[in-house]
């Protein structure tokens, strides 16, 4: 939990078969961990958002995955992979935009095919579920590193929603470059929009950083052009849920308003994002899956109605950012900065 002299918080843990989970619902005044150990529960926790950021869907979901299938009391590996594909269907209905979900229940989908027992099949799956885990926190370190390399000391820069530790294994996306500037003694400032409605910037995102010592300052949404023009922020960085193959990026809502900001201001506008958030089968953003969520999010804060009963409601969870905005996507293997196209097809050719 501790590196240097701060912390970065975790938001999922195994632990003898069970998931422990940092509840993001009670963040920032009550620290509430969950003990998850059945599929439902997983189901509902990304559903609710009590896990949330892309990476963190996805570790959770594998862990979710992997703990259902210690439960089939089969020793036929035919009915124990029907089981596993309905759980792993089931799993991929908690939410439909950040394609992490899907790839790592498909990655862990993948990894028993050579099993020869169930036994087998059942630490293999275990083991793959933990292996994700491990890889998204060096991934989201490389892509830190890799970051930081586009900012000086002193640097104002903007984010919205929370791309940090608890949204990914560890050190986050957008994030990961500021805790690793802290390691370094690089000063950095961030201005962190709360980001209507679920307010992960104000909740989790100054949460994240406070502890980390990291100067950040509140602002809410509307409030960021006005931000850029007199505080002189030098670049925005927010992080992403998918990546069509052209690199035009979904992330979370009022990500797209901040991209066109910056080009006003003309100021770079960079997407951090690993490898697993691409998605290559897809040709653009169009293609992308935008969540609406309940209209209660919206005409409610706190629990408390803030609108007239009935209103119509449009309450999109993302939106998506065409790739001609975006000057940067930084991942765990170097920044892409060009012909997204081109890149992102060598960049997977690379991987396979
Ligand atoms: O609805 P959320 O809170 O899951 O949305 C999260 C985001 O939009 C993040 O920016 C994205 O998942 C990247 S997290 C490293």
Same mark, same amino acid.
């Given at each position: 939990?501790?590196?240097?002299? &701060?912390?970065?918080?975790?938001?999922?843990?195994?632990?003898?078969?069970?998931?422990?989970?940092?509840?993001?619902?009670?963040?920032?005044?009550? $620290?509430?961990?969950?003990?998850?150990?059945?599929?439902?529960?997983?189901?509902?926790?990304?559903?609710?958002?009590?896990?949330?950021?892309?990476?963190?869907?996805?570790?959770?979901?594998?862990?979710?995955?992997?703990?259902?299938?210690?439960?089939?009391?089969?020793?036929?590996?035919?009915?124990?992979?029907?089981?596993?594909? +309905?759980?792993?269907?089931?799993?991929?209905?908690?939410?439909?935009?950040?394609?992490?979900?899907?790839?790592?229940?498909?990655?862990?989908?993948?990894?028993?095919?050579?099993?020869?027992?169930?036994?087998?099949?059942?630490?293999?799956?275990?083991?793959?579920?933990?292996?994700?885990?491990?890889?998204?926190?060096?991934?989201?370190?490389?892509?830190?590193?890799?970051?930081?390399?586009?900012?000086?000391?002193?640097?104002?820069?903007?984010?919205?929603?929370?791309?940090?530790?608890?949204?990914?294994?560890?050190?986050?996306?957008?994030?990961?470059?500021?805790?690793?500037?802290?390691?370094?003694?690089?000063?950095?400032?961030?201005?962190?929009?709360?980001?209507?409605?679920?307010?992960?910037?104000?909740?989790?995102?100054?949460?994240?950083?406070?502890?980390?010592?990291?100067?950040?300052?509140?602002?809410?949404?509307?409030?960021?052009?006005?931000?850029?023009?007199? +505080?002189?922020?030098?670049?925005?960085?927010?992080?992403?849920?998918?990546?069509?193959? $052209?690199?035009?990026?979904?992330? +979370?809502?009022?990500?797209?308003?901040?991209?066109?900001?910056?080009?006003? &201001?003309?100021?770079?506008?960079?997407?951090?994002?690993?490898?697993?958030?691409?998605?290559?089968?897809?040709?653009?953003?169009?293609?992308?899956?935008?969540?609406?969520?309940?209209?209660?999010?919206?005409?409610?804060? $706190?629990?408390?109605?803030?609108?007239?009963?009935?209103?119509?409601? &449009? $309450?999109?969870?993302?939106?998506?950012?065409?790739?001609?905005?975006?000057?940067?996507?930084?991942?765990?293997?170097?920044?892409?900065?060009?012909?997204?196209?081109?890149?992102? +097809?060598?960049? &997977?050719?690379?991987?396979?």
């Amino acid at each position: 939990m501790t590196t240097a002299s &701060f912390t970065i918080p975790r938001s999922v843990e195994w632990k003898d078969e069970k998931i422990i989970l940092l509840n993001q619902q009670k963040l920032p005044h009550v $620290n509430e961990y969950l003990e998850i150990t059945t599929v439902q529960e997983v189901w509902d926790a990304i559903h609710t958002l009590k896990v949330r950021g892309a990476p963190a869907i996805g570790i959770t979901a594998a862990f979710g995955l992997a703990q259902a299938s210690l439960t089939y009391e089969t020793e036929s590996l035919e009915d124990f992979y029907a089981a596993l594909k +309905k759980d792993h269907d089931y799993l991929a209905s908690s939410r439909p935009t950040a394609v992490n979900l899907f790839w790592a229940l498909n990655r862990l989908l993948t990894s028993v095919k050579t099993a020869v027992s169930v036994n087998e099949a059942k630490t293999l799956l275990t083991h793959e579920a933990i292996q994700i885990q491990i890889e998204d926190e060096e991934v989201c370190r490389r892509i830190g590193e890799n970051a930081l390399s586009l900012f000086k000391g002193g640097n104002r820069i903007m984010t919205i929603c929370n791309a940090g530790s608890i949204a990914t294994a560890k050190y986050g996306t957008a994030l990961a470059p500021f805790y690793i500037a802290k390691e370094r003694n690089i000063p950095l400032s961030v201005f962190a929009c709360e980001t209507r409605p679920v307010l992960q910037g104000a909740r989790l995102t100054t949460w994240e950083l406070m502890q980390a010592d990291v100067d950040v300052t509140l602002i809410t949404d509307n409030m960021a052009a006005h931000t850029i023009k007199t +505080k002189g922020i030098s670049s925005i960085i927010v992080g992403a849920d998918r990546i069509a193959a $052209n690199g035009d990026t979904a992330n +979370k809502i009022g990500t797209y308003n901040l991209a066109i900001l910056a080009k006003a &201001f003309e100021i770079p506008f960079y997407v951090a994002a690993p490898l697993s958030t691409f998605d290559p089968s897809i040709s653009d953003g169009s293609e992308i899956p935008i969540e609406e969520r309940d209209p209660k999010e919206v005409t409610h804060f $706190n629990g408390v109605s803030i609108a007239p009963e009935g209103v119509n409601v &449009f $309450n999109p969870a993302f939106d998506v950012t065409p790739h001609e905005l975006v000057t940067g996507i930084i991942t765990e293997k170097g920044v892409l900065t060009g012909n997204y196209q081109q890149e992102i +097809k060598e960049l &997977f050719k690379e991987d396979n």
